[in-house]
T-cell receptor
Framework: AAGVIQSPRHLIKEKRETATLKCYPIPRHDTVYWYQQGPGQDPQFLISFYEKMQSDKGSIPDRFSAQQFSDYHSELNMSSLELGDSALYFC????????????FGQGTRLTVV | GQQLNQSPQSMFIQEGEDVSMNCTSSSIFNTWLWYKQDPGEGPVLLIALYKAGELTSNGRLTAQFGITRKDSFLNISASIPSDVGIYFCAGCTSGTYKYIFGTGTRLKVLA
């Protein structure tokens, strides 16, 4: 069965650079969630989208922005990267918003040097 | 903000033993999800719970949605070495579009 696809799997950036992470949800899933997970931490909710509109927002820095496109894929844009942004970034998708099963991708490991 | 506390934080068990872990919150949730995560990988959905009191099984796994809607339990029977990993609960509150994750239970199985 198709799963959530994230790209790239690994990304190394320098401080103050910009990064773009991509997420392709499971077919017919119209809700996408983004999470950040630091070493030894639980996943922290960043932002979610339903039908291309932002549906909820968590502790997402102002330097980060995200959107969902007409084909339901989503991109997380991160600017002015800081060392502390190094983490695993996960995308999840669900068939309906707020309260349905959510399936996670393999994640993107971002390292800021 | 909302917090989900999981206990125990970590546990060592012998292969073949049963395992119990729980997740508690001060807030009410209308959906509970249980995930297993291996190092460097994405969380894998194990069980989804949608109704207070609901008991759901998936192979050797059994999870329950607490009556108060503020807690959930996960049991693993006859543990095997591949059960090693971090188990997370995640809750969603009615009217929100996000899952709050618990603090995780790290399971280590001794062969």
């Amino acid at each position: 069965a198709a799963g959530v696809i994230q790209s790239p799997r690994h990304l190394i950036k320098e401080k103050r650079e910009t990064a773009t992470l991509k997420c392709y949800p499971i077919p017919r899933h119209d809700t996408v969630y983004w999470y950040q997970q630091g070493p030894g931490q639980d996943p922290q909710f960043l932002i979610s989208f339903y039908e291309k509109m932002q549906s909820d927002k968590g502790s997402i820095p102002d330097r980060f922005s995200a959107q969902q496109f007409s084909d339901y894929h989503s991109e997380l844009n991160m600017s002015s990267l800081e060392l502390g942004d190094s983490a695993l970034y996960f995308c999840a998708s669900s068939p309906t918003p707020g309260g349905d099963e959510a399936f996670f991708g393999q994640g993107t490991r971002l390292t800021v040097v | 903000g909302q917090q989900l506390n999981q206990s125990p934080q970590s546990m060592f068990i012998q292969e073949g033993e049963d395992v119990s872990m729980n997740c508690t919150s001060s807030s009410i949730f209308n959906t509970w999800l249980w995930y297993k995560q291996d190092p460097g990988e994405g969380p894998v959905l194990l069980i989804a719970l949608y109704k207070a009191g609901e008991l759901t099984s998936n192979g050797r796994l059994t999870a329950q949605f607490g009556i108060t809607r503020k807690d959930s339990f996960l049991n693993i029977s006859a543990s095997i070495p591949s059960d090693v990993g971090i188990y997370f609960c995640a809750g969603c509150t009615s009217g929100t579009y996000k899952y709050i994750f618990g603090t995780g239970t790290r399971l280590k199985v001794l062969a």
